[in-house]
């Protein structure tokens, strides 16, 4: 079972470049989260989607959108990135809300 | 602003020790609570989830909730070296279906063989 399936693993841009991190389950579950993990600052929530079809901030989602492509896909994009965002991504996944939450293995991503 | 407060250590146990790990929370009206394991460079892990008052075990591990102080601990019975690593507590927010968990900082446990 590969669970949470989170692609790039590392990846490193230029200021002002775009990208998009991919994430995928294959667990059936409705609600799918993006985190960031920084030094000292612990995860912190920037988008969650309850469901298919629906998305919500979290904590931190300046600078970034998402898509909820499908039941099984959860898309995070950096319009123009920033050094800022130099951060660990997490991408989660579980049944519904007050449920627990399964992770990916991560993005590890770097803005010059 | 939700907080999720934990010491973050280290804490250092001798092999074969229970170590105790504790968590504090601000929202009075959260209703699950969730303790991650995470290996330096990995990813977390769910260790173990609870929703009501009292002890939840399962192994080596116990679970103890205390809604009324604000409080949630992991116990760790005969501590390994391979339990080594940084565990975080979250704690989901207030209101049926919520959606949002609160993580904390995380507390370094550190087991001494």
């Known amino acids: 079972n590969a669970g949470v399936t989170q692609t790039p693993k590392f990846q490193v841009l230029k200021t002002g470049q775009s990208m998009t991190l991919q994430c995928a389950q294959d667990?059936?579950?409705?609600?799918m989260y993006w985190y960031r993990q920084d030094p000292g600052m612990g995860l912190r929530l920037i988008y969650y989607?309850?469901?298919?079809?629906?998305?919500d901030k979290g904590e931190v989602p300046n600078g970034y959108n998402v898509s909820r492509l499908n039941k099984r896909e959860f898309s995070l994009r950096l319009e123009s990135a920033a050094p800022s965002q130099t951060s660990v991504y997490f991408c989660?996944?579980?049944?519904?809300?007050?449920?627990?939450?399964?992770f990916g293995d991560g993005t590890r991503l770097s803005i010059l | 602003q939700k907080e999720v407060e934990q010491n973050s250590g280290p804490l250092s146990v001798p092999e074969g020790a229970i170590a105790s790990l504790n968590c504090t929370y601000s929202?009075?009206?959260?209703?699950?609570f969730f303790w991650y394991r995470q290996y330096s460079g990995k990813s977390p892990e769910l260790i173990m989830f609870?929703?009501?008052?009292g002890d939840k075990e399962d192994g080596r591990f116990t679970a103890q909730l205390n809604k009324a102080s604000q409080y949630v601990s992991l116990l760790i019975r005969d501590s390994q070296p391979s339990d080594s690593a940084t565990y975080l507590c979250?704690?989901?927010?207030?209101?049926?279906?919520?959606?949002?968990?609160?993580f904390g900082k995380g507390t370094k446990l550190s087991v001494i063989p």
């Open positions: 989660a996944s579980a049944t519904g809300g007050n449920q627990p939450q399964h």
């Open positions: 667990m059936n579950h409705n609600s």
């Open positions: 989607s309850a469901s298919e079809g629906t998305t």
């Open positions: 929202d009075r009206g959260s209703q699950s």
């Open positions: 609870i929703y009501s008052n």
């Open positions: 979250a704690v989901g927010d207030s209101g049926a279906g919520s959606y949002q968990l609160t």
